[in-house]
């Protein structure tokens, strides 16, 4: 079982940039599915972006072209470079594994979750 920690959140402008990190625990990240999800203040938790054990990386529309999800096998992490930032983006950034390999934004096929990490974008 893998445990997730999510880190790097903050407080940014529009246009600028951040660098969220998923440590996991207990197991490597290389084993999972990894997906990125966020949940807006008064929205449903959202897909945001995955990278499969083969590094086949996926976006949402919203994001496609301004965020960059990448693994770090060494530090067994995942991190997300949220770029061009708009105020829409903000949310509570969550990281999520899901054990089998088959790409999915579905928040209910991923089993383990991380606690979040809080991006708020400024105008």
């Known amino acids: 079982q893998v445990q997730l920690v999510e880190s790097g959140g903050g407080l940014v402008q529009a246009g600028g940039s951040l660098r969220l990190s998923c440590a996991a625990t207990?197991?490597?990240?290389?084993?999972?599915?990894m997906g990125w999800f966020r949940q807006a203040p008064g929205k449903d938790r959202e897909f945001v972006a995955y990278i499969s054990r083969q590094d086949v990386t996926g976006y949402s529309s919203s994001v496609r072209g301004r965020f960059i999800v990448s693994r770090d096998n060494s530090k067994n992490s995942v991190e997300l470079q949220l770029s061009n930032l708009k105020p829409e983006d903000t949310a509570i950034y969550y990281c999520?594994?899901?054990?089998?390999?088959?790409?999915?934004?579905?928040?209910?096929?991923?089993?383990?979750w991380g606690q979040g990490t809080k991006v708020t974008v400024f105008s």
């Open positions: 999520a594994a899901r054990t089998s390999d088959y790409v999915s934004a579905v928040e209910s096929q991923y089993a383990y």
């Open positions: 207990g197991r490597a990240v290389s084993a999972y599915l």
